[in-house]
């Protein structure tokens, strides 16, 4: 079936530092792929999106390219700061009718 | 903004006891999802909702679990008898229409004791 496959955490960086969270997908059908984050004590929010092969998502300096030959769609973040710690969630749509399939989460901890 | 509401926000319950979650989705959004996140997972799709009907129950443990929507706007689930192993965060997420983006709530998390 369907699956998603990310880095396990978690990951420390110092502020500042440059990010990259891997991500990979099934290649089935022709999926959505997402970037959720979810912060402490709180649902998920979603941080970007990409619905087709070289598609470029991006909010509030993250960025994924949606990587069809290499299936992947991997988080960066030029300069992270502290208020990005937080658990890092990849999904693809094709969970069922519309439900999406997630990765097991990277927990994001940046450190002053 | 319009928010996914969820209640409670936590529950703890014996093992064998029937326990429920309500589900307010944003207004006007047609379909409705319910989600289960076990601790260092991802969620996983329990049931989707397309207006009061059920579209997939594939991974909704039917022997002990139920959901319905009955008149297409908030949304219960339940699970009766619980279990150990349901500890986990239940999630709710909405979405305007199929296929569209998906804004979820802040969930509950229920303990089984």
């Known amino acids: 079936g369907d699956s998603v496959t990310q880095m396990e955490g978690p990951v420390t960086l110092s502020e500042e530092a440059f990010l990259t969270i891997n991500c990979t997908y099934t290649?089935?059908?022709?999926?959505?792929l997402f970037w959720y984050v979810q912060y402490p004590g709180e649902g998920l929010q979603l941080l970007l999106k990409a619905t087709k092969a070289d598609d470029k998502g991006s909010n509030k300096g993250f960025e994924a390219t949606y990587r069809k030959e290499t299936t992947s769609f991997h988080l960066e973040k030029g300069s992270v700061q502290v208020s990005d710690s937080a658990v890092y969630f990849c999904a693809r749509s094709g969970g069922g009718a519309d439900g999406l399939t997630f990765g097991k989460g990277t927990h994001l901890i940046i450190q002053p | 903004e319009a928010e996914v509401a969820q209640s409670p926000r936590y529950k703890i319950t014996e093992k064998s006891q029937a326990v429920a979650f309500w589900c307010d989705p944003i207004?006007?959004?047609?379909?409705l999802y319910w989600y289960r996140q076990i601790l260092g997972q991802g969620p996983e799709l329990l049931v989707q909702f397309q207006d009061e009907s059920v579209v997939d129950d594939s991974q909704l443990p039917k022997d002990r679990f139920s959901a319905e929507r009955l008149k297409g706007v908030d949304s219960t689930l339940k699970i009766q008898p619980a279990e150990l192993g349901d500890s986990a965060m239940y999630l709710c997420?909405?979405?305007?229409?199929?296929?569209?983006?998906?804004?979820f709530g802040p969930g509950t998390r229920l303990t089984v004791t």
């Open positions: 207004s006007g959004h047609a379909t």
């Open positions: 290649a089935t059908g022709y999926p959505s």
């Open positions: 997420a909405s979405s305007l229409d199929r296929g569209r983006e998906q804004y």
